[in-house]
């Protein structure tokens, strides 16, 4: 996981690894999330985010 301030939010990188069921059994997939933290009415908020899958 990777962490960056810019002002008042900071943006978070991860990448996960899912387990997704399937009729014909479990699969591994994995995904970067990319998301932007901050300040939102006096609240830590997740204030954008966004995923892709990775192959």
């Known amino acids: 996981?990777?962490?960056?301030?810019?002002?008042?939010?900071?943006?978070?990188?991860?990448?996960?690894?899912?387990?997704?069921?399937?009729?014909?059994?479990i699969s591994y997939a994995k995904y970067k999330l990319n998301y932007e933290i901050g300040y939102e009415n006096d609240e830590l908020k997740i204030l954008t985010g966004k995923g892709e899958k990775i192959k």
């Open 1 to 25: 996981m990777n962490a960056k301030q810019q002002g008042d939010t900071v943006s978070v990188t991860a990448v996960i690894t899912a387990e997704e069921r399937k009729n014909d059994g």
